[in-house]
């Protein structure tokens, strides 16, 4: 069975940094999500669910949510079968759950979540 496995989350003082790692299990990157992308959402409590940055298969396109940029640096590695994100300057309403997520042919992957709390 295929799983992504985040890890990483914690709590850490604003302007802080931590770095999400997500890793397949049960798969492979050059496998079952071959060519495809993947990356990271948030969500805050009572807050819906929210993009927060993808990467291509190749690491040569990335995107982040407004909020994010400058901020945070998405990479892969499809070698460890790995996904990052690299949070720096953190501020408190950075503060949430953060699930990653990969495109494969019969759908999309989930992590379970990590969680993440910025203090003021």
């Known amino acids: 069975q295929v799983q992504l496995v985040e890890s990483g989350g914690g709590l850490v003082q604003a302007g802080g940094s931590l770095r999400l790692s997500c890793a397949a299990s049960g798969g492979t990157f050059s496998g079952t999500f071959s060519r495809n992308a993947m990356g990271w959402f948030r969500q805050a409590p009572g807050k819906e669910r929210e993009f927060v940055a993808f990467i291509s298969w190749s690491g040569g396109s990335t995107g982040y949510a407004d909020s994010v940029k400058g901020r945070f640096t998405i990479s892969r590695d499809n070698a460890k079968n790995t996904q990052y994100l690299q949070m720096n300057s953190l501020k408190p309403e950075d503060t949430a759950v953060y699930y990653c997520?990969?495109?494969?042919?019969?759908?999309?992957?989930w992590g379970q979540g990590t969680q993440v709390t910025v203090s003021s």
């Open positions: 997520y990969a495109e494969s042919p019969s759908g999309r992957y």
